[in-house]
């Protein structure tokens, strides 16, 4: 079993639908690191959080540590939001990221 | 502020062969972080440099190894390369403290192919 699972692997969705995207991780860590990359490789960090919720422009990311699971929403999806989204944690005591398998997500006009 | 970059952006070299890449941090960034990312595995931790020392190392062969400069830039070497070595090499900068910790910043990638 991965240490990082995340779920849908593969989600399409209509402009302007609501998205969600999950992370569930089994170690224990003290924050949680939401990424988008692009096709061609670039990746930007969108969130990195420790707890609660965080919400940037459209996007939301909340945290739940003693549940181990964390969630990426996308309001009023748009095309340009259409990358592979991964979530990376690190383990406590490490400095080392571990990385989901990513979420392809492709939002259609 | 400029962001990070990497050199050579795309690579072809044949097996045996060895390879350099480059990473230059965003002004003020003290640790690196490197990645390797292929369909298979994902994207997996290869190391991390803080002041010119290694702080972390993930699970790769000797075959991987790396440095910092006193300005912050790292290198990362592959030698004796292999087919599997065929990945996009991702390196991220943050400002100090914990890589994990701290936001990471990505470069553009190094796509290194090996024939």
């Known amino acids: 079993k991965n240490e990082v699972e995340q779920s849908p692997q593969n989600l399409t969705a209509q402009e302007g639908e609501f998205i969600t995207i999950n992370c569930s991780y089994s170690v224990g860590i003290s924050a949680l690191h939401w990424l988008q990359q692009h096709p061609g490789g670039g990746i930007v960090s969108l969130f990195m959080l420790s707890s609660g919720k965080k919400k940037h422009g459209r996007l939301i990311a909340t945290i739940n540590i003693q549940e181990k699971h964390s969630s990426l929403h996308i309001t009023a999806s748009h095309p340009r939001d259409s990358a592979v989204y991964i979530c990376a944690v690190p383990p406590y005591n490490t400095d080392k990221l571990i990385f989901g398998t990513g979420t392809r997500l492709q939002v259609f006009p | ?115």
Request: charged share 15%.
């Open chain 2, 1 to 115: 502020k400029a962001g990070v970059t990497q050199t050579p952006r795309y690579l072809i070299k044949t097996r045996g062969q060895q390879v350099t890449l480059s990473c230059s941090p965003i002004s003020g960034h003290r640790s690196v972080s490197w990645y390797q990312q292929t369909p298979g595995q994902g994207l997996q931790f290869l190391f991390e440099y803080f002041s010119e020392t290694q702080r972390n190392k993930g699970n790769f062969p000797g075959r991987f190894s790396g440095r910092q400069f006193s300005n912050s830039r790292s290198e990362m070497n592959v030698s004796t390369l292999e087919l599997g070595d065929s990945a996009l090499y991702l390196c991220a900068s943050s400002q100090g403290g914990l890589a994990g910790t701290n936001e990471q910043f990505f470069g553009p990638g190094t796509r290194l192919t090996v024939l």
